[in-house]
């Protein structure tokens, strides 16, 4: 196999880095989504919260299974 | 139970350790004598194809703790680390891709083991979340999951036994079975981008887990303050599991 000269390999292994660092961002920029409904609900729950009397809300129960 | 311990530790050493890798690779590991300054894209790739393989065994074992138990917890579990190792794997296949253009002259090899059984390994994969998608019942999707990711598990040593018997030898062999592997500097750098890509996976893992977890409490808060109605996402349909 002959090495190809540094400018031309130079493309791709920064193209394959550039992949990976792409891929994480994505993943992050998702995440990032996910957080940011999170906190939105939480700030709805918690106005709600507020809102309504102690008296009114449920009793605890079993949250999930 | 809390899946955000011990998380910002482990953000912090995947971060010191990936840009150690990064390092090591430009400033430390020599050019390959052969291929040259293209084979730095092999401590990326070996070490993410790797980590995905392995996610994915740890995908089968988790499915097997589910189905022996029946506790969903194992199911979320198997979910996430075969839903990270996917995006690992679309990352494999890629950069891949890029070296086989640089090193061969085209994208893809279709007579090449090691790609080809990677691409059956990655296809197969792809099909776990439809199948979550397309059954409704929360119950019966975890277990029916947790089969396909067992028996998808067992597709996993043949992708690593190709990288070892096919005879072409057209894909490199990063590790060599014989005298005449890496040199020492190589290898030392190889690990250590190994060991950077593996606690990056081991962290999203726990930040996912982290994120699902803290959803549902936020929905059974919900459920107890405002009521059942107050949750009607619950019972749409959905790929991720549901509730622990």
């Known amino acids: 196999m002959t090495a190809l000269p540094l400018d031309e390999a130079g493309k791709y292994v920064a193209a394959a880095y550039l992949v990976f660092l792409l891929l994480l961002l994505v993943y992050v920029a998702i995440m990032a989504g996910k957080l940011q409904r999170l906190e939105r609900e939480l700030t709805e729950l918690s106005e709600a919260s507020v809102s309504t009397p102690a008296s009114e809300t449920r009793e605890p129960e079993a949250a999930v299974q | ?244």
Do not use: C
């Open chain 2, 1 to 244: 139970m809390t899946f955000g311990k011990r998380l910002r530790g482990l953000s912090i050493a995947s971060a010191l350790t990936l840009t150690g890798a990064l390092a090591l690779v430009f400033f430390y590991a020599p050019n390959d004598a052969d291929q040259g300054f293209i084979q730095k894209i092999f401590y990326i790739h070996v070490p993410m194809a790797i980590v995905a393989l392995g996610g994915f065994i740890f995908g089968a074992i988790m499915a097997i703790q589910h189905l022996r138990t029946g506790e969903r917890r194992y199911d979320l579990r198997s979910y996430v680390a075969i839903h990270l190792s996917l995006i690992l794997a679309v990352g494999v296949l890629i950069t891949g891709s890029i070296w086989a253009r640089a090193s061969w002259g085209h994208w893809w090899v279709w007579d090449e083991p090691t790609l080809v059984s990677f691409l059956i390994v990655f296809l197969l994969y792809a099909t776990y979340q439809p199948l979550r998608f397309s059954i409704e019942d929360p119950e019966r999707q975890a277990r029916y999951a947790s089969v396909f990711a067992i028996v998808a598990g067992a597709f996993v040593p043949l992708n690593f036994l190709a990288v070892r018997l096919a005879q072409g030898l057209v894909h490199p062999r990063v590790l060599g079975t014989t005298a005449g592997g890496m040199p020492g500097t190589m290898r030392l750098t190889f690990y250590v981008s190994l060991i950077g890509m593996a606690l990056l996976f081991v962290t999203l893992w726990k930040y996912e887990m982290a994120s699902k977890n803290a959803t549902w409490q936020l929905r059974a808060l919900r459920r107890r303050l405002l009521g059942d109605d107050a949750v009607p996402s619950v019972g749409g349909r959905s790929a991720a599991p549901r509730a622990l």
